[in-house]
């Protein structure tokens, strides 16, 4: 495994998409990005290791990660993948247990990372900040009952279905449709969907012939999103 690439002389501007800086004035943000380190990771490194103390609060500026974990057998189980603009570790950060989760890039990714202690500080002394962060942090709580209830309730077939409506909400096109590029491997997407990659691979086989999906080696277009949610609905 490559060791990350050290870098320095990053402007703050590279913080401006994360979201809960947002409230932040150019000001305040440089100070904030003067507090942080700085580094370039290859794609398939090892950021968060699980079940290590919590040390640092990352912040993706460039690039994609995924958050995973696996099952005493070995099954690969994704929580979420992030991008620009979004962040991970601050759990631990304010509960000071340690992470719950691999977090490992899935493409080249500058990431700034700030010490946990004065993360921590800086909520205190940023109320708007801390706002976002509980806002934020309240809209993937809520995105977990949803997964939850479609785990209970959903056939595998359909919980592929939800997991590909999911995606294409951030890629809609003008036409209505939608393009998910770099595209999933099947072996991610039966991880999200808590099913196999055989289940995965028979299923997408069936929407494409139906003419709702398209692929390609980098790419997976949604055709027919209409189709695609009616699926779900007749079940």
Not at 80 to 87: D, N, R
Request: aromatic fraction near 6%.
């Amino acid at each position: 495994m490559t060791p990350p690439e050290e870098t320095t002389n990053i402007s703050y501007d590279s913080l401006r998409q994360v979201t809960i800086l947002s409230p932040l004035s150019n000001d305040e943000l440089a100070g904030f990005a003067d507090s942080c380190s700085w580094s370039r990771h290859d794609s398939h490194y090892e950021v968060v290791v699980q079940d290590t103390p919590c040390d640092r609060v990352y912040f993706i500026a460039q690039g994609r990660v995924s958050a995973k974990t696996y099952s005493q057998k070995g099954r690969e189980v994704t929580y979420a993948e992030l991008g620009v603009g979004e962040f991970f570790g601050e759990l631990s950060a304010l509960d000071n247990k340690p992470h719950v989760s691999f977090v490992i890039t899935l493409q080249e990714s500058l990431i700034a990372s700030i010490d946990a202690d004065a993360f921590n500080a800086f909520l205190e002394t940023h109320p708007a900040v801390m706002r976002t962060l509980l806002t934020e942090l309240a809209g993937r709580v809520r995105l977990l009952d949803k997964k939850i209830l479609e785990f209970s309730t959903l056939t595998a077939s359909n919980r592929i279905h939800a997991e590909l409506l999911r995606l294409a909400k951030g890629h809609r096109q003008i036409d209505g449709g939608a393009e998910i590029s770099p595209t999933l491997t099947h072996a991610d997407l039966a991880s999200r969907t808590n099913t196999t990659r055989e289940s995965v691979t028979r299923e997408l086989a069936r929407l494409k012939k139906n003419n709702i999906i398209r692929t390609g080696p980098d790419r997976l277009s949604i055709l027919d999103i209409t189709a695609l949610t009616k699926l779900i609905e007749d079940e």
